[in-house]
T-cell receptor, first 114, second 115 residues
Framework: EAAVTQSPRNKVTVTGGNVTLSCRQTNSHNYMYWYRQDTGHGLRLIHYSYGAGNLQIGDVPDGYKATRTTQEDFFLLLELASPSQTSLYFC?????????????FGEGTRLSVL | AQKVTQTQTSISVVEKTTVTMDCVYETRDSSYFLFWYKQTASGEIVFLIRQDSYKKENATVGHYSLNFQKPKSSIGLIITATQIEDSAVYFCAMRRGDNQGKLIFGQGTKLSIKP
């Protein structure tokens, strides 16, 4: 069954801390995305990737790095976390091309930066 | 630049009636894909229905249908015979048709269904 799995589901860190959010998809999709969700802003795109080793800049990339190590795994890195990065983070995967499936989402990771 | 706008922050309707949620988008692409998602109270984001820009027919899935007005860059979601469990936040999204695959969302509309 197609799936997108995020870990951890909840994370608390302190200002200046180092955080890595993980996402794994078993859909054989080529695209993967990281979003943050905040009240009043909907889902805002941080970074995305169309394959291992590729990274594309989204609309709100400041303070975030990302790395796609394999077709399945996409990581979001906060190297100096700030309270403004307290948010709900979603990962998604999608297939472009002849299959062209609708993007599928993970369960979300709630991050609190104190 | 691409943009997706949902101007309705919240809507409340009585159960078993029909509701329409609005969404307008901006793009210079000749080919693009439009999606509607539902976010439940638990936070889960579920895909509902899609419209490919090159298709003239409005998509329909179950009690969800779309009102695609390409000249107006508009893609409305229509839910007929609403049920209590349709209460959720609904998001409109657009993906570019080229190989960039960038996917962006509107701000969302909170739908409340009253008994």
């Amino acid at each position: 069954e197609a799936a997108v799995t995020q870990s951890p589901r909840n994370k608390v860190t302190v200002t200046g801390g180092n955080v890595t959010l993980s996402c794994r998809q078993t859909n054989s999709h080529n695209y993967m995305y990281w979003y943050r969700q905040d009240t009043g802003h909907g889902l805002r795109l941080i970074h995305y990737s169309y394959g291992a080793g590729n990274l594309q800049i989204g609309d709100v990339p400041d303070g975030y790095k990302a790395t796609r190590t394999t077709q399945e795994d996409f990581f979001l890195l906060l190297e100096l976390a700030s309270p403004s990065q307290t948010s709900l983070y979603f990962c998604a995967s999608s297939e472009l091309g002849s299959n062209n499936q609708a993007p599928l989402f993970g369960e979300g990771t709630r991050l609190s930066v104190l | 630049a691409q943009k997706v706008t949902q101007t309705q922050t919240s809507i409340s309707v009585v159960e078993k009636t029909t509701v329409t949620m609005d969404c307008v988008y901006e793009t210079r692409d000749s080919s693009y894909f439009l999606f509607w998602y539902k976010q439940t109270a638990s936070g889960e984001i579920v895909f509902l229905i899609r419209q490919d820009s090159y298709k003239k027919e409005n998509a329909t899935v179950g009690h969800y249908s779309l009102n695609f007005q390409k000249p107006k860059s508009s893609i409305g979601l229509i839910i007929t015979a609403t049920q209590i469990e349709d209460s959720a936040v609904y998001f409109c999204a657009m993906r570019r048709g080229d190989n960039q695959g960038k996917l962006i969302f509107g701000q969302g509309t909170k739908l409340s269904i009253k008994p």
